[in-house]
Structure formats: C-alpha cells, structure tokens
C-alpha cells in the first residue's frame, strides 16, 4: 500500500483537534442499488451496482474493514472475458495502472468517504480501478486501486477474492478493505458512497479498451463482459452485500434488478 498524506497531518492536526471518537453506539446502514447495460437476456452485460453507507446518529459513520458483494447465478467472472491478463501487485504499488496490461482491467468507479478536516466532515473522492490478479488458493483474485487527490492525496491498493456462493447467487467478490488514517486523535477514512462497472461501458469515463493482434496489427476492442443468463429467475435478478465496519459490528443490504421489461424492486 502507498499512502501520501503526511503534509495534510501536518496542516491540520491542530485544527481537528476537536474531533471525538465515533460513538460505540452508533449505527451503520447500509443500501445496494444494480443494474444492466444492456439489459438483454442472453446478451454480454455490464454490471453496475453501488452502495451508500449512513449511520445513526448522523455523522458516526464508521470505516469498513471488509465488503462482499454476492452476483446472480450463472454471471461467472471466470468466463466474462474480462481478465485476459494479470497485474503485478508490486508493480501496481509502485508506479501505479499505467504497470498494469490494458488486458488485466475489469471495471471502474469512484468511491467517497467522509474526512475530518477543520472540525468538519469533508467529503473525499477516489478513483477505483480493479485489476485481474494471479489465482490465489485456487480462486481467482483481483486488485482494487484507489487513487484520491484532496483533502487527503494517497494511492492505495488492496485486495479482493472471487468466493463461491450458495443460490441464488453464484459468486461473491470478497474485499478487504484496508484502514487509512487521517490525523492523530482522528477517526479513520470512513466510505459513504461507492459505485462500479464491472466490464467496458459503451462509452464514458467507465469505458476502456483491450488489446488483441488481427494480421499482425494491434487492433483495440471492448471486451464482452459478463454474460446475462438467457433466463430471467423468478422475482428478478437478486445482489446482495455484507459489509463489516471496524468494531466488527456487520451490516447487510439487499436488491433486486428486475427481468427485463418488469418494474424494478428495491431492498434493504
């Protein structure tokens, strides 16, 4: 993991001395939203889901030590064609995506979290990337990179394994989420909002291209993505997240994307 924020403890130490410590209390909840582009059974997909993370009382958000997201059956990662290649972690650490193979990126988001800074909650902003990795224990494994710029500047890597699952959902992605600090006496990073695609967008700041050879030409492509099931379960496509916090206490969200051409239903 690199972390780049010694100047912002510098600067702000002493005016976030007034920041307590999250009340043992409190409460995490949590929601999941998801969805298809396209929504076309039987078609490549890619996977949008995110979730938002409040706490009661307001302002006691507490940071998350792991999340697991569970899939729909039948959406395997293993045969989406997404993770032709793999990214070195040490290579990532160090000099970042550009040390990644273009073939080794699966998806894209941007994650907030909520900074002490002048006695205030700020809200920080990263940029996630998530890599293909080699296998681990017989399990395929990725690599999350996070890159945030202000108030807080600090690159960070950190690890998530594909996990079985039992119906009706089919896999999980397993994360562990690492605890960054901010200044002495303050809490840690606590994340607020999340949002990722999972495979190449048409178009956007979420899309991205691999590499293949046709004639001895590198042409570029967008690569298939994950495969929607050419038959919609009954009640819908079902997702699901546990999220665990740093006092081990564990919140659980639920959502439904709809068969195509039904109205959405939403969980908990």
Not at 69 to 83: I, K
Not at 122 to 151: C, H, K, T
Not at 165 to 192: C, K, Q
Not at 245 to 252: E, G, L, Y
Request: net charge neutral.
């Amino acid at each position: 993991m690199r972390v780049v924020n010694h100047l912002l403890v510098l600067s702000v130490a002493a005016s976030v001395a007034s920041s307590c410590c999250t009340d043992a209390a409190a409460s995490q909840i949590a929601s999941l939203q998801a969805s298809f582009s396209p929504e076309r059974l039987g078609a490549a997909t890619t996977i949008n889901f995110g979730f938002q993370i409040s706490s009661i009382p307001e302002g006691s958000s507490l940071p998350l030590t792991n999340v697991n997201v569970f899939l729909p059956n039948e959406m395997g990662l293993a045969t989406s064609g997404l993770g032709l290649e793999n990214c070195v972690r040490a290579r990532l650490e160090e000099s970042g995506p550009q040390a990644c193979p273009p073939g080794s990126l699966m998806g894209r988001g941007v994650a907030s979290a909520t900074i002490p800074f002048e006695g205030e909650a700020v809200v920080e902003s990263a940029q996630i990337e998530v890599f293909s990795a080699r296998v681990q224990d017989g399990r395929l494994a990725l690599m999350v990179y996070a890159n945030a710029l202000r108030p807080v500047f600090a690159q960070l890597v950190f690890p998530a394994t594909i996990v079985p699952a039992a119906p009706p959902y089919g896999e999980g992605v397993d994360t562990t989420v690492p605890l960054v600090p901010t200044v002495p006496g303050a809490p840690d990073v606590a994340v607020t909002h999340f949002r990722m695609a999972l495979g190449a967008t048409p178009s956007g700041p979420d899309h991205f291209v691999y590499y293949r050879s046709v004639h001895g030409r590198r042409v570029a492509y967008s690569p298939r993505g994950l495969l929607l099931p050419p038959a919609c379960p009954a009640g819908g496509f079902p997702f699901k997240a546990q999220f665990t916090f740093q006092d081990h206490s564990v919140a659980t969200a639920h959502t439904t994307v709809p068969c195509p051409g039904h109205t959405r239903r939403h969980g908990g």
